[in-house]
């Protein structure tokens, strides 16, 4: 298949700009610098993938902080010419520095707007609070009503702020486990032992509130390889919305792990019997729907563009960027 046509993207201006401040120059003077040469080396671990893991458990903290004090050094703002010598050099450095801005900050962001926000911050509060507090009855949380005050939250808080928590990129584990701790996933989500999915999803369909949501995920999310956007309603915004009403119902959808952005319910097809591919068909639409998965970042990656072969191509080219 051919990929669709789509706008062209928006290229940073420094990137290719012809004047201002040169990176590399700017790069030579933090590297001689004794404050600031450590910093770029910390930024370069953060951006590098893997890399971050060497910096230990609090690599999240040292991410920010050294992106924090780069901002106010040279390397700020600093831009490339396109055709200068060493110019693979120059982008290195300027993408180590974009790319954790662009990605550490949005996280960051979207906590910080939300409890800015009156609703948000009291409805996030109130789950939260809801999600950790230990019950005499149910043990180390009461998930009903977890799940309730986490269905209120996003029902009430409008998208711009519950999807920013929810799918902001992240460039390392730390940033990525914070993001899937987002629902308080040990009350709302997590058991000692997996549901089969098929039981799961009888449980929901008995439930007029998790059926209808169910039906709605369904709809929104439905995939097409024939779509730019891999929606087959070019919606996946929409989509999006579908996910985030599954929260807090019986079928609760999270991030698998804390190292890609693989998601789906807390449960497994190991006991259906000769209904093995009917489960394997309900788990298909979080693992293998492109509708999903083609806006849910994945951790140490850059954001998808349109085309499948564009992903791989620009992936595998920033890192060359950054290895360099």
Known sequence: LKCPTRPEPRVPHAVLSAGGRDCLHAGDTCSSDDTCSPRLRTLRQCVAGDGSMKLGPGARSQCENAMTALLSTPLHGC???????REK???S???S???SVLHVNRCLDAAKACNIDETCQK????YVSACIQPSARSGPCNRPKCNKALRKFFDRVPPDYTHELLFCPCTDTACAERRRQTIVPSCSYEEKDKPNCLAQLRDCKQDYV???RWAQFQYDCEASEHSASGCK???HGSCLLAYTGLIGSTITPNYLDNSTSNVGPWCSCAASGNHREQC???LAFFHDNICLILHVPTPFQVPPLWCPAAIQFSFILICLLLLH
């Open 93 to 95: 450095i300027y993408w």
């Open 123 to 126: 409805l996030r509060t109130e």
């Open 89 to 91: 050099n120059c982008l």
């Open 210 to 212: 998790c059926r209808s």
């Open 280 to 282: 394997n068909d309900f």
């Open 233 to 235: 309603r070019e919606n």
């Open 79 to 85: 831009q490339c010419k396109r055709g200068m010598k």
């Open 97 to 99: 520095l974009h790319q």
